[in-house]
């Protein structure tokens, strides 16, 4: 006997046992039991997958809920959110403002923009009028009005074609527009926020922001915009020709296009918190990969390529699964205004056929009604769709409009052009006519906002700390005064704060509490820009931009105009190299101060001294040296102690050295040993050796002689003391440590 399955009627588990039923029944013949059983079970199955795909929605958004949960209970921020855009959203409102506020200069281009889309509409919108007359014309045999309908249809065609060219063309150029003045706005704001913002942002993560989310931002004018304008007015036309030919036809599209509305806005809501999920998740992997390529010779020495590329894979396949459900949303939500669409079409059909039958309307009215219907309902759904999309683009830009509206700390932040509220303050701020370069700090304390910056990681570490009571401070009751003619050195064990307390020298943060006076005045009430032009900075590593030499040394001190091309001072820059004892190196290149830095191969020593030219160049009244010497070999080390010794004996300048090496600070004026953030000794070089205190530990173990320059050579007998001293100290050390190892592994539990 031959089974279902052999028949090929059922192919699933539950019919791999059936037989033919009694009395010959065979699939597809009659209504018996076992076909109502057979479709029984489909329907069953097919509601199970249903339910299957719902409950498979449904843990994914589970699991990405319990992973946000997790993240926030390990102190972790989310994917791309820095704490500083962590503000309160933006509104479609606010949107709407600030982007018309960066279309002010081209407002006469959005007005001829939108005068040529209501035009182009208008002609759209006679279309179907003419159409149904033209085609009723040659039923009448009406060979008068046929040519009139077909003149009408040719000029509008025409009309529409021209305008809607017009249209395109001029929100193409008003788009280019708007993005080359939203990210030159948005790069402006980031570049006068405060340090302590950059601090909690990533660099990959700002890029992102340039980038990606500026052009979402842009399509909503180009496109989004541009369509939503157009169709909505085609609706609003096409609905009043409705309701001036049949209110009754009106009422059944009104109903459909509610409907339609509501759908929309469910799935608006939607789509704007995806698209912000998927900005973040993009940021993220922005993020990953500008970290690892501006890392890739750690990363190819450490041969972790395989690793940075599976977490950056991980990041893509996050934004894969974010995209598919956006996917799925927007296909749920095409299908139900599309069926709404079909539906009212056949509806107003059925009800306009049956009105022609009992002859209350033609059968040229009937199709003039279907036509502007489809033009109403089609308006309808590619609006819904262009506000669906502006939804999307406003959660994908919602971060660029948080950084585009924050306010840096006036103070702190660089840059000339302020707010209008804020002018006001800014005219407060002065600038000291004789500088003499005199500084003082009084009782300076300090901790960083959020972050715990200072110590070994120095401004460059971003390590949260946990919540305390009372916050961890990075400097406490700091006093120091720096002169004139002086050469005043910070030295101490890394961690102890001498990154920060430059830092605040500098202006880049605010004293927690204390003041900091610049020739008496509190350098909060002075400009602070024109306050950084007085100082000249060098690093430890030097970072010079891809620029001739030539304008590398003369960055921040020239004269910029914007749109010019201002040429170098060669005198200037040629003495400012003699005097960092750099332009021996450089007359030695074939192009001389033309040299790309990036295209060169210059070595530590000489990317020193050209950093070293730098400050210089700018005649500053306070120096400050950040470890110059530490990273060099003897030979960059010897060249460029040759040219700081130059500076030391300038009584112009205030200098300020911070050192590791304790051989370079010898013969400061005054030498600050900072440790666990406080000033803990104080004094010359020979004052601190005999104090015989942290520095003179730290003078003992780099083998610095503590002798006064009147002395005598030491002797062999004073060199073996010295090394048994040596000796001892490293011993007692390695005591302490065997002492601390064994007290924590006897309390650690077994």
Not at 196 to 215: A, E, I, K, P
Not at 546 to 568: C, H, K, S
Not at 612 to 628: F, G, M, T, V, Y
Request: charged share 25%; hydrophobic share 40%.
């Amino acid at each position: 006997m031959m089974t279902v399955r052999q028949r090929g009627v059922g192919c699933s588990a539950g019919w791999s046992g059936a037989r033919r039923a009694p009395g010959g029944w065979r699939p597809g013949e009659g209504s018996g039991p076992w076909r109502r059983r057979a479709r029984i079970r489909v329907r069953a199955r097919a509601l199970g997958g249903l339910r299957l795909f719902s409950e498979w929605w449904e843990v994914g958004l589970r699991t990405e809920d319990r992973r946000e949960d997790a993240r926030r209970e390990r102190g972790e921020t989310e994917p791309s959110t820095s704490g500083s855009e962590k503000e309160k959203a933006v509104t479609l409102l606010e949107f709407v403002r600030i982007m018309f506020d960066l279309l002010k200069p081209y407002k006469a281009m959005f007005a001829f923009g939108l005068v040529t889309l209501f035009l182009a509409a208008g002609a759209e919108l006679m279309l179907p009028h003419y159409t149904a007359k033209t085609i009723f014309s040659i039923q009448k045999g009406n060979t008068e009005l046929f040519y009139h309908c077909i003149k009408c249809l040719l000029g509008l065609s025409v009309a529409f074609s021209v305008t809607a060219s017009m249209r395109g063309m001029t929100f193409g150029f008003l788009n280019q527009r708007f993005v080359y003045k939203l990210r030159t706005k948005l790069f402006e704001n980031l570049l006068r926020q405060d340090i302590t913002f950059h601090d909690q942002s990533d660099v990959g993560v700002l890029t992102s922001r340039l980038t990606s989310d500026c052009s979402s931002m842009s399509r909503i004018l180009g496109m989004n915009i541009n369509l939503l304008i157009r169709n909505v007015f085609k609706t609003i036309g096409g609905a009043a020709y409705l309701w001036v030919m049949s209110p009754r036809f009106f009422a059944q599209t009104l109903v459909s296009l509610l409907v339609i509305l509501l759908i929309n806005v469910k799935y608006g809501i939607y789509s704007r918190k995806a698209a912000t999920t998927e900005q973040e998740q993009l940021a993220l992997g922005n993020q990953i990969a500008t970290e690892v390529l501006t890392l890739i010779r750690t990363v190819r020495i450490f041969g972790t390529e395989p690793r940075e590329q599976s977490k950056y894979a991980r990041s893509l396949e996050h934004l894969i699964r974010i995209g598919a459900r956006q996917i799925v949303a927007y296909g749920m939500f095409l299908t139900s205004a599309t069926f709404l669409v079909n539906a009212t079409e056949a509806l107003c059909l059925l009800y306009g056929g049956w009105c022609c039958l009992r002859g209350e309307i033609t059968a040229e009215q009937l199709t003039s009604f279907l036509f502007y219907i489809e033009f109403v309902v089609q308006s309808a759904l590619a609006s819904s769709e262009q506000v669906a999309n502006i939804n999307t683009a406003v959660g994908s830009s919602e971060r660029v409009l948080t950084l585009l509206r924050r306010k840096p700390d006036q103070h702190l932040a660089a840059g000339e052009e302020v707010e209008e509220e804020d002018r006001g303050s800014k005219q407060e701020m002065r600038r000291l006519e004789d500088f003499k370069g005199n500084l003082e700090f009084k009782d300076v304390s300090f901790t960083y906002p959020n972050l715990n910056l200072g110590g070994a990681g120095g401004l460059g570490a971003q390590q949260e700390v946990e919540k305390e009571e009372e916050p961890k401070m990075t400097l406490r009751k700091i006093n120091l005064s720096l002169k004139p003619g002086t050469v005043t050195a910070l030295v101490g064990p890394s961690g102890g704060g001498k990154s920060t307390l430059v830092a605040l020298l500098q202006s880049l943060y605010q004293p927690t509490s204390g003041q900091i006076l610049a020739d008496g005045v509190p350098i909060e009430t002075i400009d602070p820009e024109w306050y950084r032009s007085q100082i000249g900075y060098v690093e430890q590593e030097p970072k010079l931009f891809d620029l001739p030499i030539g304008e590398n040394v003369e960055y921040g001190a020239r004269e910029w105009t914007e749109g010019e091309i201002v040429p170098i001072d060669k005198v200037a820059v040629e003495n400012a190299a003699r005097e960092a004892n750099a332009l021996e190196f450089i007359e030695d290149l074939p192009e001389y101060l033309d040299t790309w830095v990036g295209n060169s191969t210059l070595s530590g020593g000489q990317r020193q001294r050209i950093a070293l030219a730098r400050a210089l160049i700018r005649s500053p009244k306070i120096l400050i040296l950040d470890e110059a010497t530490s990273a060099l070999d003897a030979e960059s080390e010897f060249q460029v102690q040759r040219a700081l010794n130059k500076v030391f004996n300038q009584k112009d300048k205030s200098v300020l050295v911070i050192a590791h090496k304790l051989s370079t600070v010898t013969s400061a004026d005054n030498i600050l040993v900072l440790k666990d953030g406080e000033v803990v000794e104080q004094g010359t070089h020979l004052e601190l050796t005999a104090a015989d205190g942290v520095y003179a530990k730290l003078a003992s173990r780099q083998g610095v002689v503590d002798l006064a320059p009147h002395c005598e050579p030491p002797t062999e007998k004073m060199k073996q003391e010295q090394k048994e001293k040596e000796r001892r100290e490293r011993e007692e050390e390695m005591a302490e440590e065997i002492k601390e190892s064994l007290d924590e592994s006897v309390d650690q539990p077994v």
